[in-house]
């Protein structure tokens, strides 16, 4: 009896750390947490503006697009329906990390 709930804890342990090992992300994405987070709503970047959860934002001409695959990706895969973590600075995005569509 105790083997087999003993066994049952290792699982349990076990499958926790797959689904953390599963949220793991590049070293060029934060440590800890995204400043802000959010599902691209509307993008409009020839005019320097983003709709993120419903709020408007400008973007810097500057600003960095990461993924999973790239330290420094494209700005055209900013698209509608898209999970992303920013960095504001002075109120204006400065920096995307695209996220995982399940990203809590």
């Known amino acids: 009896m105790?083997?087999?709930?003993?066994l049952i804890v290792v699982m349990a342990c076990s499958f926790m750390g797959m689904?953390?090992?599963?949220?793991?992300f590049p070293s060029y994405y934060p440590a800890e947490?995204?400043?802000?987070?959010?599902v691209i709503d509307v993008v409009y970047l020839?005019?320097?503006?983003?709709?993120?959860?419903?709020?408007?934002?400008?973007v810097s001409p500057q600003a960095?697009?990461?993924s999973l695959s790239s330290k420094?990706?494209?700005?055209a895969r900013l698209r509608v329906g898209t999970n992303v973590g920013f960095k504001l600075s002075g109120g204006v995005i400065t920096e995307f990390w695209l996220l995982p569509a399940n990203y809590d």
């Open 72 to 75: 420094e990706d494209s700005m």
């Open 64 to 66: 960095v697009v990461r």
């Open 19 to 24: 689904s953390a090992m599963a949220q793991k």
């Open 33 to 38: 947490e995204f400043p802000e987070t959010g």
């Open 46 to 58: 020839d005019e320097g503006l983003i709709i993120i959860g419903d709020i408007s934002y400008q």
């Open 2 to 6: 105790k083997k087999t709930a003993l």
